[in-house]
């Protein structure tokens, strides 16, 4: 097969030398993109929670633009972070799920504890562009912390293959449902690395996976990757752009951290707290303070983004630095989560894997000084799908997506838009028609039109009009059976036949 164009431009000599250009670098944003884990609508103060502390995130909420109504490509982890990565909603998407490629392999020991020797989700299409190898065409430095979930330990699609200078985090997200895991990944091109590594969490292989000497355990994941993140964010300058892509774990089940003075703080004030008993199966341990524990992960990774931000303004890097926060899909009720005690449906209906608004509305704030004004709230529909087209956008690609089709083959879609013009107020927003989703493990469609949502459940159409509606309580599918036949015709256009993720598809007359 011949590559997509965007890989005979990153080895031209005229690329090269326009990546180095120190005249180009100059002109050009820093982007840290912080993708959060299973946050709902609700789980921020800036969003109306009012038993959890967020104080970093309310004041980068205040600097720039908060949207109100932005949207997950998917209403769960891979298939989502694929449809930020690729551009593609997950109709056109080759990542559509969570189809893991760990089960069925050979074990290995560390310590004493059983672990899977290839860990690691479907891997994305190697011929189609993802986010980082953009940016590494456009000659910016890109690191990535966190979760990977786009492909398995040797497989097509891992982070130094695709566009990634440095990496440290999870590349299997079920090896994320640990917080003390027994390895994480890493590649480091400083390093010499030359693929994906593991690193031997050495202090916590000395007590097992599960049972009372869990807790045992010292190496914190979260925290870990949190302070590779800015090690790498130390070592950047205004001299070369750089793209982070900080995909913290954070608040997802497992229900656990380091016993400090976050977690004290909700302990000692959710009096009557729930403990869980544990599902060995899932990875999630048993734990004790659920709602504590719950609350704390929150504010730690409110934390986290504190220690952002004040790098940034420590480096003088903040000005010319777009700062994105936001979530991978809606809230999970999993490893002993209460969502109802939160509210965390944020008066939206739905959690993780549904494609009700409770499970793919995120929150989503867009900080960046040189160009956005502070207090925004904006309410345009925007969806993951459309950031790849809007770093294209304002990283000076003239041409796209033409410029990273791949030219053997004709229906290499690119679904999104730039919100370029709603953060910087220069240009004309051209909005979309139209939104969708799939989802196979649930066997779930949606497309929302305007005000109107169709959500296709095992083939049988309902449709809610958001206006009116916001909980997507009354189904008006009988109602309005033109508008719905309408919908249903435009939603088939937009699936493309899967041999890995399958949805039933709703009959037209």
């Not at 609508?41 to 980068?60: H, M, R, V």
């Not at 010319?320 to 926060?325: P, S, Y």
């Not at 608004?357 to 309410?379: C, H, L, Y």
């Not at 990283?395 to 290499?412: H, I, L, M, Q, R």
Request: aromatic letters at 12%.
């Amino acid at each position: 097969m011949r590559k997509p164009s965007f890989w005979l431009l990153l080895s031209s000599p005229l690329a090269v030398a326009a990546a180095n250009s120190p005249s180009g670098e100059s002109q050009r944003p820093n982007v840290i993109f912080i993708m959060c884990d299973d946050m709902g609508y609700g789980d921020l103060g800036c969003y109306g929670q009012p038993y959890i502390q967020t104080p970093n995130i309310d004041s980068l909420s205040r600097s720039g633009i908060r949207f109100t109504q932005a949207y997950a490509g998917s209403p769960v982890s891979a298939p989502s972070r694929a449809s930020l990565m690729t551009g593609q909603h997950s109709g056109h998407c080759e990542v559509r799920g969570n189809k893991e490629y760990w089960a069925d392999k050979p074990l290995m020991k560390y310590g004493d504890n059983d672990e899977y020797t290839v860990v690691g989700q479907h891997p994305y299409d190697s011929a189609h562009v993802v986010m980082p190898e953009l940016f590494k065409d456009r000659g910016y430095d890109t690191g990535m912390f966190g979760k990977w979930a786009g492909g398995y330990e040797g497989s097509r699609s891992t982070p130094d293959k695709r566009g990634v200078d440095e990496y440290f985090g999870f590349i299997c997200q079920f090896q994320a449902h640990l917080y003390y895991p027994n390895f994480l990944n890493r590649y480091s091109k400083a390093a010499g690395d030359t693929a994906t590594v593991r690193v031997t969490m050495e202090e916590n292989i000395k007590y097992p996976m599960h049972g009372p000497d869990y807790l045992k355990r010292t190496q914190y994941s979260a925290d870990i990757i949190h302070q590779k993140a800015l090690e790498w964010l130390d070592s950047r300058s205004a001299d070369t752009p750089f793209f982070g892509l900080l995909t913290y774990t954070l608040p997802h089940a497992e229900l656990v951290q380091p016993r400090d003075s976050i977690l004290q703080h909700y302990t000692e004030r959710f009096t009557d707290d729930p403990d869980w008993a544990g599902q060995p199966w899932s990875r999630y341990n048993a734990t004790t303070h659920t709602h504590a524990q719950f609350a704390g992960m929150i504010t730690r990774l409110d934390a986290y983004v504190g220690d952002i931000m004040r790098k940034l303004d420590e480096k003088g890097l903040a000005d010319n630095t777009i700062l994105i926060f936001t979530s991978d899909n809606g809230p999970h009720e999993e490893g002993g989560a209460d969502p109802v005690f939160f509210g965390r449906d944020g008066k939206l209906r739905g959690l993780k894997r549904e494609i009700h608004e409770g499970g793919i509305r995120v929150p989503f704030i867009v900080r960046w000084p040189e160009k956005i004004a502070p207090g925004q709230t904006n309410d345009t529909p925007i969806i993951f799908y459309d950031m790849l087209p809007t770093f294209a956008e304002l990283t000076g690609v003239e041409e796209f997506p033409g410029k990273y089709a791949n030219p053997d083959n004709p229906s290499d879609y690119f679904d999104g838009i730039s919100i370029a013009p709603l953060l910087t107020g220069e240009g004309d927003y051209k909005g979309h028609d139209y939104l969708y989703w799939e989802f196979n493990e649930t066997d779930q469609m949606g497309l929302r039109m305007g005000p109107w949502k169709l959500i296709v459940k095992n083939g049988v159409p309902e449709l809610y009009n958001l206006d009116l509606d916001i909980h997507e309580d009354n189904n008006v599918a009988a109602d309005y059976p033109q508008l719905v036949d309408s919908m249903v015709r435009l939603l088939l256009t937009q699936h493309t036949p899967s041999p890995h993720f399958h949805v039933t598809l709703p009959t037209v007359d």
